[in-house]
C-alpha cells in the first residue's frame, strides 16, 4: 500500500522568502512521486515528477524538489516567493506500472504575505 | 491542445435527487480517472478505465454510484440517489499509454456538487 504525509495543513511565507512544503511517502514499491499545485476552483496542475532519474527535480514555476529515499521524504521548494504562488499544494505517490492510480496527501495551503 | 473538459461546473441538488456528470478526456488518452475531492482534502480515485473497461473501481460505491465510458472516449459518473455526504469536487483526468512511462495525469477543472 501507498501512502503520502503532508506535514503542515498550512504554509505562511513572505513575499521574497523560501517556500519548503514537506511530504513524506510509504511505498512497499520503488515509486513515482509528483506535486501538484491547484488554485481556487480550478483542476489540479502537474509541478514536478520524479521518475527514477534525476534525484533532484525542477519543476514550473521555480519550484524544485529533492528525493531522498533514505528519508522517504519529497519536499518542495521555491528559494523566493511570489504572491502568485498562493495556492494549494498536493503530493502524490504512484507505483510504477502504466497507468496507476494517484495517492495524494491531504495538501497544504500556501499564504504569500506581501 | 484541448485539455480536460468537464461539465457542468458546478451543480446545485437536492438530496435524494440524480445527478450526472461528464467528462471528455485529452484527444487520444486511452485511461480515464474519476476522483472524489472532499473539502480539505486530497483527490480519492473512484474509478479508473483502460479504454471502456473499468479496471479499477474498487473504491466506488457501487449501491449509489454508477459510471460508463463508452466507445472509450467520453464518461459519465452518476449519483443515484444523492446524499448529504456527496457534497464534494469530482474531479477528471486522463493520461496515454506513452504517459505511463510517468504515469502523468492531465486533471479537469471539476464538477463542484452541493447536495442540500
Known amino acids: 500500500a501507498q501512502s503520502v504525509t503532508q506535514l503542515g495543513s498550512h504554509v505562511s511565507v513572505s513575499e521574497g522568502a523560501l517556500v519548503l512544503l514537506r511530504c513524506n511517502y510509504s511505498?512497499?514499491?520503488?515509486?513515482?512521486l509528483f506535486w501538484y499545485v491547484q488554485y481556487p476552483n480550478q483542476g489540479l496542475q502537474l509541478l514536478l515528477k520524479?521518475?527514477?532519474?534525476?534525484?533532484l527535480v525542477k519543476g514550473i514555476n521555480g519550484f524544485e524538489a529533492e528525493f531522498k529515499k533514505s528519508e522517504t521524504s519529497f519536499h518542495l521548494t521555491k528559494p523566493s516567493a511570489h504572491m502568485s504562488d498562493a495556492a494549494e499544494y498536493f503530493c502524490?505517490?504512484?507505483?510504477?506500472?502504466?497507468?496507476?492510480?494517484?495517492?495524494f496527501g491531504k495538501g497544504t495551503k500556501l499564504t504569500v504575505n506581501p | 491542445e484541448a485539455g480536460v473538459v468537464q461539465s457542468p461546473r458546478y451543480k446545485i441538488i437536492e438530496k435524494k435527487q440524480p445527478v450526472a456528470f461528464w467528462c471528455n478526456p485529452i484527444?487520444?488518452?486511452?485511461?480515464l480517472y474519476w476522483y472524489l475531492q472532499n473539502l480539505g482534502q486530497g483527490p480519492e480515485l473512484l474509478i479508473r478505465?483502460?479504454?471502456?473497461?473499468?479496471?479499477?473501481d474498487s473504491q466506488l460505491p457501487k449501491d449509489r454510484f454508477s459510471a460508463e465510458r463508452l466507445k472509450g472516449v467520453d464518461s459519465t459518473l452518476k449519483i443515484q440517489p444523492a446524499e448529504l455526504g456527496d457534497s464534494a469536487v469530482y474531479l477528471c483526468?486522463?493520461?496515454?499509454?506513452?504517459?505511463?512511462?510517468?504515469?502523468?495525469?492531465?486533471f479537469g477543472p471539476g464538477t463542484r456538487l452541493t447536495v442540500l
Open positions: 511505498s512497499s514499491v520503488p515509486p513515482y
Open positions: 484527444s487520444g488518452h486511452n485511461t
Open positions: 520524479y521518475t527514477s532519474a534525476a534525484t
Open positions: 502524490a505517490v504512484s507505483g510504477k506500472g502504466g497507468s496507476e492510480k494517484l495517492v
Open positions: 478505465y483502460e479504454n471502456e473497461e473499468a479496471v479499477d
Open positions: 483526468a486522463s493520461s496515454s499509454i506513452g504517459g505511463a512511462v510517468s504515469n502523468e495525469q492531465f
